[in-house]
């Protein structure tokens, strides 16, 4: 698999990075040299293999259903650069 | 339990200006899963609280906050699967879904699209006596709710509550089964109904707790068959999804609206573009949702930050163990044990409140003038009485079986019961001292009841000459009767004395 200018470009508009057009060449060198390294991984034979999930034979922790967090809008909000009566203030999204 | 066979509801066809259309319907149901706190965090899932307030910073994807999950969702979603007879998986995983949107902080929502918890289930949907369709279930999974942006307080601006953001949500995916607007109508109602027996999901659809994506396709006679024989999509036509509604009715609307354009555009030489739409109530149309069609590759992948779900059968077990009688089956045994018919069954086993207030009521007197007077009395009399739910009866099903048991004893008719039942519902007390202390005892006494005869027909002569030429106006005699006596007399026993002394 290879990636041309324009798929760089398609994942940049999808992870909503800016990237110069300038720039996309060297870009979608750098995704096929990290392809390349996953297909170097490919060459493994993991037939009958279960993927590994974890290093440590580790329980998903669990918490019980309590509420033990919220009552904070104050701290919440402080790094939005707009809020107003309690809400997140953002450019108008509607369709 | 009963072994019912039912035949399968009509498909809805739609007459074309060429030949006639079948729908096909499959819907992805969003629950929202009943518990104190979210999916991933500690805060708040109460519905109507100030902006911003139930809010963790996990939830607000605060930087380094990880997810840690709520075991009780996980209980609700193996629930929930029990319940609609699905196997439950005991290792699922949980996914990120990609995509960028303001009342999504994280900028992906964790789902689980490889590995759901549930897998294949069925719902059993009932369009009227002995007809039911099958809607086979094709998986369920946990998954966080967004938040909620709101567009009409300033001019320029959105607004974002967090409050909802990483609330658990049950998405339970159906199978393309549905074959018209009543049906998908009937499911939902019948999945809610099953949900709320559970207590999984309160199925509250104004507030959004259960809302659903409905995707439409249409084909000619035959082609669901050949889909149906093979399971092969190709014989069905291409499918366009109505997302997020949470009225039946505009469910029903919004099917019906979407299924004629796609039958204008095929008949037309055209070809349906599959795509995601809104229904648009105040036109009543659909309409294409374009700008999101970029933001559709979600490049999902495995979240990183939580490890598989596993789970034990013995804890699964221990659910199954706890389930509480479902609807079908109480259904079927009301009409077993109780002698309903399947439309009062039906009727009362809708809520299982109401189910429980009737089951009281009948094992405290007798099952079907129960069920009479809990459907035609007592649900009449709270509708009028401001809509009020079984929860608010003024009367309990001690005192309603009691009435019930006055009746059949041959204290009281059935008309005075009405009375006695107003009064009990209105003023409270004991059925049976009510009855005492106001004298609405029914008179079998045959000796007051004769004289009370003997009066009406001495007083209208006339009458009794038309009563002995057309005896079907004897009634009128009873009615007298009944009257003068102030309802208290037994109807049989007035009817068989009136009978007698005018010679009939």
């Known amino acids: ?95 | 339990m009963l072994d019912l066979t039912y035949e399968a509801p009509k498909v809805k066809t739609i007459a074309g200006a060429k030949h006639d259309w079948e729908l096909v319907i499959g819907m992805e149901v969003h629950a929202q899963v009943s518990s104190n706190a979210k999916l991933f965090s500690g805060a708040s899932t109460k519905f109507g609280a100030e902006p911003n307030s139930n809010v963790a910073f996990v939830d607000a994807a605060m930087p380094g906050m990880l997810p840690v999950i709520n075991e009780f969702c996980v209980e609700q979603a193996v629930r929930t699967g029990l319940g609609l007879k699905a196997g439950i998986n005991l290792t699922s995983a949980f996914d990120r879904k990609n995509y960028f949107y303001p009342d999504l902080p994280q900028g992906y929502q964790i789902s689980q699209l490889y590995h759901p918890i549930v897998g294949e289930g069925e719902v059993l949907v009932e369009m009227g006596p002995g007809v039911a369709r099958k809607v086979r279930i094709e998986r369920i999974h946990l998954e966080q709710d967004a938040g909620k942006s709101i567009h009409d307080m300033d001019p320029h601006m959105s607004f974002v509550d967090l409050n909802r953001t990483g609330v658990a949500l049950m998405e339970i995916v159906s199978r393309p089964d549905i074959r018209g607007p009543e049906e998908a109508a009937a499911y939902i109602t019948k999945l809610r109904q099953i949900l709320r027996y559970l207590g999984t999901c309160d199925g509250n659809m104004q507030n959004g707790n259960l809302r659903a994506d409905v995707n439409v396709s249409i084909c000619l006679p035959g082609a669901y068959e050949k889909y149906q024989e093979t399971q092969d999509f190709s014989h069905l036509g291409t499918r366009c999804e109505i997302k997020n509604m949470n009225s039946m009715r505009f469910i029903q609307q919004a099917i019906e609206y979407e299924a004629r354009r796609q039958i204008a555009i095929v008949e037309g030489g055209g070809k349906v573009d599959q795509e995601t739409r809104l229904y648009d109530p105040d036109k009543g149309e659909t309409r294409s949702m374009r700008s999101k069609e970029e933001a559709h590759d979600y490049r999902y992948f495995p979240d990183p930050d939580l490890l598989p779900l596993e789970i034990e059968q013995a804890w699964v077990d221990d659910i199954a163990a706890s389930l509480p009688e479902l609807p079908d089956q109480k259904k079927a045994r009301f009409m077993g044990d109780y002698g309903l018919s399947d439309y009062d069954a039906s009727v009362l086993t809708a809520e299982h409140e109401n189910a429980a207030f009737f089951e009281d009521v009948a094992n405290a007197s007798d099952g079907k003038l129960a069920a009479n007077w809990v459907i035609n009395d007592l649900f009449g009399r709270l509708k009028k009485d401001g809509d009020k739910g079984i929860s608010e009866s003024p009367v309990s099903p001690a005192q309603l079986g009691g009435i019930i048991n006055l009746i059949q004893k041959g204290d009281i008719s059935g008309k005075i019961a009405k009375d006695l039942f107003e009064i009990v519902y209105a003023e409270g007390g004991d059925p049976s001292q009510i009855v005492e202390e106001r004298g609405m005892k029914q008179v079998t006494d045959t000796g007051a009841i004769e004289a009370a005869v003997d009066e009406v027909i001495a007083a209208n002569p006339a009458q009794v000459e038309k009563a002995q030429a057309n005896p079907k106006l004897a009634g009128w005699f009873v009615g007298q009767v009944m009257k003068a006596t102030g309802g208290k007399a037994n109807p049989a026993a007035v009817n068989e004395l009136v009978m007698k002394k005018l010679g009939l």
């Open chain 1, 1 to 95: 698999m290879s990636i041309d200018e324009n798929t760089a470009a398609r994942v940049a508009k999808l992870a909503r990075i800016k990237v110069e057009d300038d720039a996309l060449p060297a870009l979608a060198a750098d995704f096929n040299r990290i392809l390349g390294f996953i297909e170097q991984l490919n060459e493994v034979d993991v037939e009958g293999v279960e993927p590994m999930t974890s290093v440590t034979p580790m329980r998903l922790k669990r918490r019980e259903d309590q509420v033990t967090d919220g009552h904070q809008q104050a701290q919440v909000l402080a790094n939005a650069p707009d809020a107003r009566e309690g809400f997140f203030a953002v450019p108008k999204v509607v369709e």
